[in-house]
Each structure stands twice: as C-alpha cells, then as structure tokens.
C-alpha cells in the first residue's frame, strides 16, 4: 500500500511544471496517452516513465555496440551509437530547458531515437534498403522497436508525443530545420531532438574525423570555423546559443529558427562530412565489408529456420508477433537488432572454417 506522501509525488510534478513551462510546452498531464491505457505511474510523469523503458530496454544496451561513423573502433574515445545518443539528450535538453519546454520529453525522445539504428551505422541501413524494401529507415525501425520488437514483443507502450519525435527525428539530407510541417514532429520537444541530433553529429562527427585521420583539422571550411569554432566546446556553444537567442514567437506559434549565418555554416558542414568522411574511400571500404556480411546473413536466415530462430531467441525475440509477417520482415527485424560485434562474431561462426584440432 503506497502512502499519500507517494501518491502526490507525481501530481507535484505536473503542477510545478503548469507553473514554470511555457505555453509552447507539452505538458505531462496533458499526453495524448498510450496506446494501451495503464494505470498512472505515483511517483513519475508519463514521459519520465518513458524516458526510463527507454533506458532500461535491450536495444538502448546494445547501442554501445553500434557503429557511429567508425566500424568497431578500438580507440576508447571514438563515439558509439550509444554516446552519439547521450550527447542528443544532453543538448536537446539544454535548449529544452533554455526555452521553458518540457525536459523529460525531450530527454525520451532524445534517447530512443536510433533504437533501431542497424549496425555498421548508415552502412546496415543502406544496405536493408537495397535488400529488404527500399523504404527502409532507421527512424521507422526505431518506432517499431519501441511499438513491435522490445519487450519480448509487448512493445513499451509509449506515450503518443514520444514515439511521434522518435519518428520524425530524421529525414535523410533534409533541411536542419524543415519548412514542411508534415517533417516536424507535432511537439516543439520533438522538433529539438531532431535539431540536436544534428548539432551532435556535426560535432562529434568532425572530432573523430580529425583524430581517426581521415580529415586533417585544416581542410574543414573556413567559413565553418570562422563562425562556429574551431572546437567541439567552441562548434556546440554557437549552435545552441543560436538556436536559443534567434528562436521567437511568431502568429501565437513558437519558430524554431537560427540565424543565417550558423544555419550557412552548419549546412556546409554537414555536406563536407558527407563528401570527405562518410564516402571517403577510408570509410567506404569498410561500410561495404559490413555491407557484406549482413547481406550474407540476411540470406542465409532466410534459407535457415532453425537458425533463426535460435538467434531471435537469442536477442529476445521470440515473444513477437511474427503472425502474418514474412520471412523477409523478421529476419530484418533481427539483422537490425544486432549490434556490429554480435554480426562479425555470428558471421564468423557461420561461415569461417573451423580449424581440425
């Protein structure tokens, strides 16, 4: 029996932030809900309850398995999926926190984001694409391992406003702010996850870049230093502080904006990293031998049952619903869900010979 301290611990909460949020904000007590009803957590709003599935489930582990840009990197201070993910809470929150929104949301956002990231980074999801469905995407696999794949199939019963951020979170090349209203998430919590999710990797990106060596410190554009910073502190400072300060309200509607000369300078950013790091002849080699072995391993799942089977057991997932599903469905379930040394050992154990002792 909870005592009546407990019980109010959650509705304090939800009062404390009537008080302090914006108007803009998305309000705890005010979710669209779940698609399950449940009974109200006594001590935790609904998106801090969320926020925590997130960080407690099977695929948020694995992200620190899962290539960022560098294929299994042995050096301790390259980033992971799983620091890639840290580092958007960290921001999307300071913004959040900055303009009055709602910080929990945020954070559940910002964390389940690339839940259903594949491994060997944008290399596994390029290749699902080309193999399993040209519709392919990390950010939809994302959605449906929080709604499908975690949980041994029950999924997390999200709430409403944290699955719509995790979807919209990405849209390939897209602009850092979309115009399209049908890009944005329907939170101004869920339009920051997405923004800091690229601030992050514009930063992080470049910083292992330049240690990896694949990019040498001077070739990064002038203009990107000269108006960012010439250091990771330097880069994020500027485009948080941007976003915060050139943000305004506009027709009763919060605009999300930054000004012309960061967005100039991120926007170049981003097109050197994708013309001198990731199709960078150092960085394509690698993505097409982890192309490889998951293209292997997709068809070999798809000849093999039994072998499915036990590796979907394996990675808790024999509690899904795979009824109506076709083969190739699950099995892209399950290469998504691995992580980059799970599918070179696995692959190494299928195809490698065993030598006669």
Known sequence: MLSPGIMSIRAEFEKREKNFMSPFGCLSAESRGRDTNEMPCPVRTVF?????????????????????????????DYRTRLTHTLEVAQMARAIARALFLNEDLVEAIALGHDLGHTPFGHGGETLLK???????????????????LENNGKGLNLTYEVRDGILKHSKGFGKIIPADAAERADTYEGQIARIADIMAYL??????????????????????????????????????????????????????????DVNAAMSLLRKFLYEKVYRSPHVHKHF?????????????????????????????MTGCNHNNQTRERIVCDLI????????????KKLFFPIPVM
């Open 203 to 260: 930063n992080h990106d470049l910083e292992d870049a330049i240690r990896s060596g694949v990019i040498r410190a001077e070739q990064v554009p002038g203009d990107c230093t000269k108006i960012l910073g010439s250091t990771h502190s330097e880069r994020a400072t500027t485009m948080i502080r941007d976003l915060i300060s050139t943000t305004e309200v506009c027709d009763d509607k919060l605009c999300l904006q930054m000004s012309e």
């Open 130 to 148: 080309e193999i399993f469905s040209a519709d392919f995407s990390h950010n939809e696999q994302s959605l449906r391992v929080v709604e499908v």
């Open 288 to 316: 097409e031998k982890a192309k490889k072995i998951l293209s292997e391993l997709y068809t070999y799942f798809l000849d093999n049952e039994q072998m499915l089977l036990e590796n979907l057991a394996e990675l808790q």
């Open 48 to 76: 801090q309850l969320d926020r925590d599935r997130i960080v407690y489930s099977n695929a948020f582990r694995r992200l620190k398995h899962k290539t960022q840009v560098f294929l299994s990197p042995l050096g301790d």
């Open 336 to 347: 998504a869900s691995m992580t980059d040394r799970y599918a070179m050992n696995l692959y």
